[in-house]
């Protein structure tokens, strides 16, 4: 495992990192919300070690993070207008979108075999340098042990993945621990899988949401 504190992080740093990264290597990461453990999402085998570290079970499906339109646009067949008013409203940021995917573009682990992916755009951050940097899409789930507490403090990221991935980007505790929110929009109503930094009240504003 290679250490960098949040003063290391230079241009040769990046280069070295996103390299590594869109070969499947596994970088832990702060992001807009929690920490994150990331790799890149086209990759079979570099997906199936985030599971294998975290010990997530299988049949739950990774989000995978993006850092323009264009990256979405590889992913999914259709947006349609409900999920293109969310888009407008709450991107970049911490909403995660189910949308339908395109079959054949990302390795069916990352979706646990669904129809739909998880995704949502950043847009700040070392996290998202790291997407354009690459020119990959990165999965990333919280970066902790599946069970154990959300990946906030970064002592305890060390201590439970560290000897696990590649890369620790160490950029002190994250003070929040609220998660991104997950929602999908079926028909004319959007269905909030789990609520997270945007809440219920927020989305209202925008879209029905059911129940």
């Known amino acids: ?82 999920e293109q008013k969310l888009i407008d409203t709450f991107w970049a940021g911490p909403l995660t979108i189910k949308f339908k995917k395109k079959y054949g573009v990302l390795p069916e682990i990352v979706s646990a075999g669904d129809e739909y992916v998880r995704i949502r755009l950043i847009d700040k951050g070392i996290v998202s340098k790291l997407i354009k940097e690459s020119g990959v899409p990165i999965v990333a789930p919280s970066a902790n042990i599946s069970g154990s507490l959300t990946g906030t403090k970064i002592e305890n990221i060390i201590n439970e993945l560290g000897e696990k991935v590649d890369y620790i980007l160490d950029y002190g505790d994250i003070e929040s621990e609220e998660v991104s929110t997950i929602v999908q929009v079926e028909g004319e109503e959007v269905i909030i899988i789990r609520e997270g930094k945007i809440k219920k009240e927020e989305l209202e504003k925008v879209v029905k949401v059911k129940g």
């Open 1 to 82: 495992m290679t250490k960098y504190l949040k003063e290391e992080i230079d241009e040769y740093a990046i280069a070295k990192i996103t390299n590594d990264l869109k070969k499947g290597k596994i970088v832990v990461f702060p992001t807009d919300t929690v920490y994150g453990i990331g790799t890149n999402a086209y990759n079979e085998d570099a997906c199936k070690r985030i599971y294998e570290i975290k010990g997530r079970p299988k049949a739950k499906p990774l989000t995978v993070l993006v850092s323009d339109i264009s990256m979405l646009r590889e992913m999914v067949d259709d947006v349609s207008l409900i």
